[in-house]
């Protein structure tokens, strides 16, 4: 049974970057898609992207375009999110989830956005 | 991208009622809907993927149909361990759409 592990919580300054990482553990990260998913405090989720993990494409949430990448790491079984020019508005949990429904989830990583 | 209205907000039962919880999309899409259980301070939890078909463990008291734009989850015989957030996704194109959630809470 596949499971996603994902790296721990972050506190970042307004204007920094985040990269967040997702280990398959009894798997590799090849197959299907990994995508990115994020709630924040109280709020509901939202989709920002997904990852081909086999050809390394991409499609991203038109409001994060410029500011998100999403990139895998093949030998590691490891994907990765990183968000840049990060503002208080990104404080939320961040999920990674594999395949086209999402049947497998991490189990998030707080990015806290503080000056 | 396809927006996903989900209704009610919230919704207050008793154990052993029945409910159902909507999702219009804002176009016609395929049956490429998935309904998700979040529980606080839990990663979300896949019940049903393309529509109705239910995902191997969730019990069969969950069903979900529809077609075209509006599809529903239907929750029967309600168990204290089904009162949470359910969320709806429309996985039929880029971007994915998440309705906006419904709370489910013990009346």
């Known amino acids: 049974q596949v499971q996603l592990v994902q790296s721990g919580a972050e506190v970042k300054k307004p204007g920094a970057s985040v990269k967040v990482s997702c280990k398959a553990l009894g798997h590799t990260i090849t197959g299907p898609y990994i995508h990115w998913v994020r709630q924040a405090p109280g709020q509901g989720l939202e989709w920002m992207g997904r990852l081909n993990p086999n050809t390394g494409d991409t499609n991203y949430e038109q409001r994060f375009q410029g500011r998100l990448t999403m990139t895998r790491d093949t030998a590691m079984h490891t994907a990765y999110m990183e968000v840049n020019r990060l503002t208080s508005d990104d404080t939320a949990t961040y999920y990674c989830?594999?395949?086209?429904?999402?049947?497998?989830w991490g189990q998030g990583t707080t990015v806290t956005v503080t000056s | 991208a396809i927006q996903m209205t989900q209704s009610p907000s919230s919704l207050s039962a008793s154990v052993g009622d029945s409910v159902t919880i909507t999702c219009r999309a804002s176009q016609v899409m395929t049956h490429d809907l998935g309904w998700y259980q979040q529980i606080p301070g839990k990663a979300p939890k896949l019940l049903i993927r393309?529509?109705?078909t239910l995902e191997s463990g969730v019990p069969p008291r969950f069903s979900g149909s529809g077609s075209g734009t509006d599809f529903t989850l239907t929750i029967s015989s309600l168990q204290p361990e089904d009162f949470a957030t359910y969320y709806c996704?429309?996985?039929?194109?880029?971007?994915?759409?998440f309705g906006q959630g419904t709370r489910l809470e013990i009346k």
């Open positions: 996704l429309q996985a039929y194109t880029y971007p994915y759409t």
């Open positions: 393309a529509t109705s």
């Open positions: 989830a594999r395949g086209v429904f999402m049947d497998v």
